[in-house]
């Protein structure tokens, strides 16, 4: 794990905390993971908390070995755009990737791949709130700016903050199984394992952002109420406005129109009924105002690339999530 000074403590401590989790989980003889962070100076790092992160070691050390490591890598975080400018982390950054399995980075931490070149040609993602200035200084990678992680060959990149985490469960299911990664999942009390193609927008997200009141009131009516019929007719005249007024406020303050926002609510309400009851799919789709199992399937893959059948089965572990290894934590 590279870290620096001013990176975000989650990007450094979540990935780690879920990469060390699968210790408990895994079968006896199973070689878990070991973990060195590494830094300019070994001994604290400040983060963006005022919380202090210990590496084992500096980069001028690190850089000596030839080991071949497993996965790199690299965090995220406010102290980013100055840690481009330290010749001693792409230095060790560049060398150690050469001799990596994998290269990984945690939301700006895709700024570090990108300014040795790695990710030319390439398509990555970071935080939202970067895609931007990652298009802009680096033209040769292609950002997409919505998915929560991205896999292209070795080299994996991911949103923000708690996106890191479910990068981390990717390679974690990668490495060990499915079954160990949804175990790793539940006993960090994650609300699931997302796949990467999921929208770094929620719904909620949305919601709050909009400050036209009409459209406002709308927003949340939908959110409370996604079974209703939705139509631009009925949610304009809930509003009090014409249909082509409404429509074209609603996309000035959400940038989606009122059909992909109800579709994208409704996505969000049926993963949620899924995950926590045993509704049968058909049922859940009237539930949720899909009207039937088929126009869900088809709504869910083009907002998650699976069936809502096969989105249940993969939050659904064959062993139960009590099932720590004996003398685990308490």
């Known amino acids: ?27 006896e003889g199973q070689a878990p993971y070991a973990v060195t962070v590494v830094a300019s100076n070994a001994g604290p790092v400040q983060t963006t908390s005022g919380i202090s992160v210990t590496a084992h070691r ?13 996965t790199l890598i690299v965090s995220g975080g406010h102290g980013t ?36 070149g790695l990710l030319d040609g390439r398509r990555a993602t970071t935080h939202w709130w970067w895609c931007p200035i990652l298009e802009k200084r680096y033209p040769a990678v292609n950002v997409d700016r919505d998915a929560i992680f991205v896999r292209d060959g070795d080299i994996w990149t991911s949103a923000g903050v708690t996106a890191g985490m479910d990068l981390a469960l990717a390679l974690v299911e990668m490495d060990f199984g499915h079954d160990i990664a949804l175990q790793v999942a539940r006993y960090n009390v994650m609300y699931m394992m997302r796949p990467g193609g999921q929208s770094q927008f929620s719904a909620h997200l949305v919601a709050q952002r909009a400050e036209d009141p009409a459209i406002n009131a709308t927003l ?53 009924t899924l995950e926590t009851t045993t509704r049968g799919v058909e049922q859940v789709a009237l539930q949720t105002g899909f009207q039937n199992a088929e126009r869900m ?32 934590p308490g």
């Open 58 to 70: 500096a980069f001028v050390d690190a850089i000596r070995d030839d080991d071949p490591i497993d």
């Open 81 to 116: 755009m100055t840690a481009l400018e330290d010749t001693a982390l792409l230095d060790f950054v560049r060398q150690a990737a050469a001799r990596s399995r994998r290269i990984v980075s945690i939301c700006t931490g895709a700024m570090v791949l990108a300014e040795i």
């Open 1 to 27: 794990m590279v870290t620096y000074p001013e990176a975000h403590i989650l990007d450094v401590v979540g990935p780690l905390e879920v990469l060390t989790g699968a210790t408990y989980f895994l079968p």
């Open 220 to 272: 949340a009516y939908i959110l409370a109420n996604p079974g209703d019929p939705l139509t631009v007719t009925a949610l304009a005249a809930r509003a009090g406005l014409s249909e082509r007024t409404f429509a074209r406020r609603f996309k000035g303050e959400t940038e989606l129109t009122p059909a992909a926002y109800v579709e994208a609510v409704r996505v969000q309400s049926a993963r949620v």
């Open 297 to 328: 399937r088809r709504a869910f893959q083009r907002h998650l690339g699976v069936s809502a059948t096969e989105y249940r089965e993969r939050f659904r572990g064959s062993q139960s999530a009590a099932t720590l290894i004996r003398d685990g």
